[in-house]
């Protein structure tokens, strides 16, 4: 058996070297593609926080006090339209910034 006699460094040098030539280009979504995706992210989990926090305390209060669906329905449309409030100052901010 023939053992290669140059120092690791060197061939670990050299094998870097051809992996980094071969490895093509991807493309990087730049800075206002993460921040479209980020500002969609927060603004849907905004609307739907809001939603969720309202069907949870009204359907907590319909079983609490024996209605069937009473408090779920006001809370329901109080929960989203805090959603929409949030997601109007969230753009709100946005131009701000701009």
Known sequence: MTEDKTPF?????????????????VDQPDAQDKSLLSFAARAGSEMLGGLIAGVLVGWGLDRWFHYRALFLVIFALLGGSAGILNVWRLMQSLDREK
Do not use: I, S, T, W
């Open 9 to 25: 460094e060197e061939r670990l040098r050299a094998a870097q070297q051809r992996v980094a030539v071969k490895q093509p280009n």
